[in-house]
């Protein structure tokens, strides 16, 4: 548990600083109607989609992580061939 923690302070603190080198202009980044983030992912990238497309890969990956482990997830069930259903616990 405390290993996640740290990894996930030291991820943290990549992100953060990526962002703060790639900001541009800081005036435009606080008055941005759009939010702060995008308008960085704007600055770095130059091209309207490309921002919104790295502003959503984060929740997609969320959602699509979250589906893929589910407790009944076909990956980490088995089931029996005869019965069609999971084993009983011992």
Do not use: H
């Not at 980044?29 to 992912?41: D, E, K, Y």
């Amino acid at each position: 548990m405390i290993a996640c923690v740290a990894i996930g302070t030291f991820t943290g603190f990549i992100f953060l600083t990526v962002l703060l080198l790639v900001a541009g202009n800081v005036d435009n980044i606080i008055s941005s109607t759009a939010g702060p983030l995008l308008q960085i992912f704007y600055d770095a990238t130059q091209n309207n989609a490309g921002a919104i497309c790295l502003l959503m890969y984060t929740p997609f990956l969320f959602a699509f992580k979250r589906s893929w482990t589910e407790p009944t997830s076909p990956s980490l069930v088995s089931r029996s061939s005869v019965f069609f259903s999971p084993p009983q616990a011992s």
